[in-house]
């Protein structure tokens, strides 16, 4: 499976933008899809997941009612439409990926996925 990510930007704050990451390959071979976000010196941390095969999404505290997760199937593309965006929101976003179930309505971490997109930079100025 190989995932490519667009749509970062620079963007000043209560700004939108929104992401996309189009899978090719193997798509039956990822179960759960998402979004993670790292800053320079930080670990990658989860924002959003939506489970393939039905749907229930959930996001991190601090972008949910702000940042949408979102798929479509017929084009193997998920999206990430992020509103009202802060300057804490900016980070390299990845899309990523995991074959296998996992319990629904949870943080996913980085170890539980088995493939990443190549990262796309959002910037949200003050």
């Known amino acids: 499976v190989q995932l490519q990510a667009s749509g970062g930007g620079s963007v000043q704050a209560g700004g939108s933008l929104r992401l996309s990451c189009r899978f090719s390959?193997?798509?039956?071979?990822?179960?759960?899809v998402g979004w993670f976000r790292q800053v320079p010196g930080k670990e990658r941390e989860f924002v959003a997941r939506?489970?393939?095969?039905?749907?229930?999404?959930y996001y991190t505290p601090s972008v949910k009612g702000r940042f949408t997760v979102s798929r479509d199937d017929a084009k193997n593309t998920i999206y990430l439409q992020m509103n009202s965006l802060k300057p804490e929101d900016t980070a390299v976003y990845y899309c990523?990926?995991?074959?296998?179930?996992?319990?629904?309505?949870?943080?996913?971490?980085?170890?539980?996925?088995?493939?990443w997109g190549q990262g796309t930079l959002v910037t949200v100025s003050s």
């Open positions: 990523a990926a995991r074959r296998n179930r996992i319990v629904a309505f949870a943080t996913l971490t980085p170890d539980q996925i088995d493939y």
């Open positions: 390959g193997r798509t039956s071979n990822s179960n759960t």
């Open positions: 939506i489970d393939w095969s039905s749907g229930p999404t």
